[in-house]
C-alpha cells in the first residue's frame, strides 16, 4: 500500500537559493513545453491526438549554450515536469477540464524527485543537494518512492514523502449493510448533508479566517500598483489564503475521517460541480465547500479500510425526485428549501431528500457492480420533515 506524508522543511539560505533554480528550471520546462504544445494545438486543433514526447526535447535542451544551465537541476524533476504538462493536456481532451496555465514565479513551485532520494529523522535528501533540515512528525515505515519539494506563495518549504509499506491494499468490501451506505450530498447552505438528515455547516473558525482574508484583500486593493506596500499587502494575502486552506483542509480530514469510520459506503454526486461552478453565483459558495477536495479525501481514507466511494452522475435529478415515490417534480428553483409531493404528500427538506436520493442511487449502483447489500430495515425514516434536521455544524471536528 502506498502511504503519502507531508512534512515541514528549513532549508538553509544556500540551500534555498539552489531550490529556488530547481523550482525555476521545473518552471521552465513546463512552460517551455506549454508554449510548444499551443503552438501545435493551435496549427493541428483537435486533431491534435498522438503524444507529443516534449521530453525528448530535454537532453538536446541541455546540450545547447543557451539552456545548458538546464543540467544543474535534478533530470527527474525536469522529465517529471514533461509528464505533468502531457498529463494536463489529457484532462484538458479527455476530461474537458481547462486548459492547461502557464506556472507563475509568484505561485506555489514544486519539483519531483524519485532517484536517490532518502530520508532521516529530522532531515531528507535530493539529488545534487546536501540533506535538508526537516520536521518529521512520525516516521512512516516502509520503503521511500518518491519525495515532491514545493514552495508556498508565502515562501514555506515542505516535501511530500510517498513510502510502499508492507501492508497490502485491504480488498474491497463484498457485503453491505445498508444502514452503514451514506449518501452525502452538497449544500449551499451547508458544506454536507447527509442522507441521516446531519448538516455539516462549514465551522465558525473557517469563517473567521475568511473574514480576515477579506480585509487583507480590501487593504491590498487600495494599495498603488508597484509600490513596496502593494508588495507587502500581497505577501500577507497569501499568509491569509494559506490559513484558509490549512483550516478548511483540517476540518475535512477529520469530517472525512468520521464519515468513513462509520460508513461502509459513502455515495456522492460529482458532476453538479462542474455545472453549478458554471453558474459564477454559485461558484464562490462551491469554492468556499470545496466538495472536490472532501471527497478525494474520502476516496483515499476509504481505500485505506476496504470501504466503498461510489460517485454518481446526478442525471437523475436528486433533488427534483420525491424519494418515496419517485415522483419528478419538473422544477425546483435553488431558493425552495422545502417542498411537499403532489403524488405521495410527503413533506421533504430539499437537501435531505436529495441525500437520501443519493444514498439509493448508490446501493443500486453497488448491487450492479455484484456486491451485496443487505435489505433497509426501516431504519432510515423516509420524508423526514425539515424540523427533524440536526444541526451538527461546528460540533464536528
Ligand atoms: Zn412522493
Known sequence: MLKATKIRLYPT???????????????????????IMSHRYKRHGQSLSAKYDTKKLLPVAKKSRKYGWLKEADSVALAQACINLDK????????????????RKRGKQSSYHCMSV????????????????ARVHRSVEGKLKSITLSRTVTGKHYASLLYETEQPVPEPMTAIDATKVLGLDMGLSHLAIDS????????????QVQKNLKRKQQSLSRKQKGSSKRAKARLLVAKAHERVADARSDFQHKLSRQIVDDNQAVIVETLKVNNMMKNAKLAKHIGDASWHAL????????????KHLVKIDPWFASSKTCHVCQHKMDAMP????????????????????????????????LKAEGLSVSAHRGLRKSGMPPVAAVEVGSSVR
Open 118 to 133: 532518502s530520508c532521516g529523522e529530522s532531515w531528507v535528501k535530493v539529488p545534487k543537494l546536501g540533506p535538508i533540515k
Open 334 to 365: 435553488l431558493n425552495i428549501r422545502s417542498w411537499a409531493c403532489p403524488t405521495c404528500h410527503t413533506r421533504h427538506d430539499r437537501d435531505i431528500n436529495a441525500a437520501l436520493n443519493i444514498q439509493h442511487q448508490g446501493i443500486l449502483k
Open 196 to 207: 441521516t438528515g446531519r448538516k455539516v455547516a462549514n465551522p465558525r473558525f473557517i469563517k
Open 13 to 35: 539560505r544556500e540551500q534555498a537559493e539552489f531550490l529556488n533554480r530547481q523550482f525555476g528550471s521545473v518552471r521552465f520546462c513546463y512552460n517551455t513545453g506549454l508554449r
Open 295 to 306: 471527497i478525494a479525501k474520502l476516496a483515499y481514507k476509504a481505500k485505506e479500510q476496504g
Open 88 to 103: 494536463a493536456f489529457q484532462r484538458f481532451f479527455k476530461e474537458k477540464k481547462g486548459y492547461p496555465r502557464f506556472k
